[in-house]
């Protein structure tokens, strides 16, 4: 039999309806002009014209109706490092930058490293958080603990090479593949922050940034990523590597053709190169580090070929005092979240990227990796998270004005072309031409295989 009423917990019966008029809707491979009725939080009818009112409407001539984008790799803080970034704020930057769900690194304090701990970060960010917010957690090594993770909602276990999160013997490669086969046995994924630090001169005097990123040398990169690889092969657990910055990188990944493999770039790697470095010192500071030119171009044009599987942002907010420090203290990261979107929509106008492939990379595939059923796509049934984006509006990078409590951006006064108009989470506008519009608590809790 089925069951005709709501249970209590199911509120989306009490939401307003919304209807988006007359805009160019991004289906599958282009837009099409048409209007989209959401109501319950769900995309309910996509057609030419839908003559029915409904409780907000939005007039969107000159706009573009998007997927709601994803970003997989996100560090919110909050809880002991809400001095840096609390879930209000960085789910705040989310939505300014045309994010409606964002997925949470697991390197907080404490760190998001048991069943327990997930559990207590997801109860804490539940009323504050303006888009949907899933959690991975820290690689582990015991099979009850990893299956605990998976069952609290863990979108992945992530193995941080430069310096586990929970206490593991990384180098061991024994300890690597027991954490391979329980991510295997549990179905879980595993995200690897690839970087052999073994593999870095140690005593080296540093004195400018620019000789801390070129110590960081790409071959700690490359040779982490085959080493996953080569042990990943007998065990077949699913990998994901976060934040690929070397072209061969890509290669050892993408020339493997395995479905469960996947890979993820960042619009910094893409778009900046060590030069930058030069000038912009701690603002252009983050691990894996900028790379030569040479490397950026290449990583663009593999881009383009859709080589990459996503694209994400590594938002990584630090204060200006933690960053402006000697090279060696200074801490590596720059927040992303608002800057993205702009940035890729900048490329789309100057013909160096599709409109699709940047749908692909920071929404339909980020559904697919992160098993985001109904996600990623404008249909009828999916979730209520859409963008609606002016694609000819000029604006510039001006971190004076981020929501992110970092103020500072390595894009600082880059113009771009391409704007985010308002954002859309579980048929809510939740952000709408520079402002906040929606409630911290709006958006919902993700839990990995749940819908
Ligand atoms: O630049 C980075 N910042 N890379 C990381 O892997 C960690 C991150 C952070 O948490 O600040
Ligand atoms: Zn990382
Ligand atoms: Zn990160």
């Known amino acids: 039999m089925k069951h005709l009423k709501r249970s209590k917990s199911d509120n989306t019966s009490d939401l307003p309806s919304l209807l988006i008029r007359d805009a160019q809707i991004w289906t599958k491979n282009d ?94 960010a539940s009323g504050k958080i303006l888009v949907n917010v899933g959690f991975h957690s820290a690689a582990l090594n015991d099979y009850d603990e990893v299956r605990g993770m998976k069952t609290a909602g863990a979108f992945s276990m992530k193995l941080y090479l430069p310096s586990p999160i929970a206490p593991l013997d990384i180098d061991d490669d024994k300890v690597v593949v027991q954490v391979l086969n329980a991510a295997k046995q549990a179905s879980l994924l595993l995200t690897v922050h690839a970087e052999d630090m073994t593999k870095l001169p140690r005593t080296e005097k540093i004195t400018t940034f620019a000789e801390l990123v070129r110590l960081r040398r790409g071959n700690a990169e490359t040779s982490a990523v085959r080493r996953i690889l080569r042990l990943q092969r007998p065990i077949g657990c699913r990998v994901h590597f976060c934040h690929v910055s070397l072209p061969s990188s890509l290669s050892a990944i993408s020339d493997r053709a395995s479905s469960r493999l996947s890979s993820e770039i960042t619009p910094h790697h893409i778009l900046l190169d060590e030069n930058h470095v030069k000038t912009l010192r701690w603002k252009a500071w983050m691990v894996p580090p900028l790379r030569p030119g040479k490397d950026r171009q290449n990583l663009f044009r593999a881009m383009k070929m859709g080589i990459p599987t996503i694209m994400a942002t590594d938002h990584a907010p630090h204060t200006v005092k933690e960053k402006a420090q000697p090279p060696r203290e200074s801490s590596p990261g720059i927040p992303g979240l608002e800057t993205a979107l702009p940035l890729m929509l900048t490329m789309v106008n100057k013909g160096k990227l599709s409109l699709g492939r940047l749908v692909s990379l920071l929404a339909t595939n980020p559904a697919k990796i992160f098993d985001l059923r109904s996600k990623g796509r404008l249909e009828n049934g999916a979730d209520g998270d859409l963008v609606l984006v002016d694609l000819k509006k000029r604006g510039m990078v001006d971190p004076a004005r981020f929501f992110s409590k970092a103020h500072y951006s390595p894009f600082e006064g880059w113009k771009t072309q391409g704007v985010v108009h308002t954002t859309i989470v579980n048929g809510l506008v939740v952000y709408r031409e520079g402002e906040i519009v929606g409630k911290p608590g709006g958006g919902k809790i993700l839990k990995s295989g749940r819908r």
Do not use: C, Q, W
């Open 31 to 124: 837009t099409t002009r048409g209007s989209i009725l959401v109501e319950h939080g769900k995309i309910r009818r996509i057609a030419r014209s839908i003559t029915e009112r409904a409780d907000e409407e939005i007039l969107a001539r000159r706009l573009i109706v998007l997927p709601g984008l994803i970003d997989g790799h996100v560090h919110l803080r909050d809880m002991k490092l809400s001095y840096k970034e609390d879930f209000t704020t960085g789910t705040a930057a989310a939505a300014a930058g045309g994010f409606t769900s964002v997925i949470d690194m697991p390197n907080s304090l404490p760190p998001t490293d048991s069943a327990e701990r997930l559990r207590e970060r997801a109860e804490r």
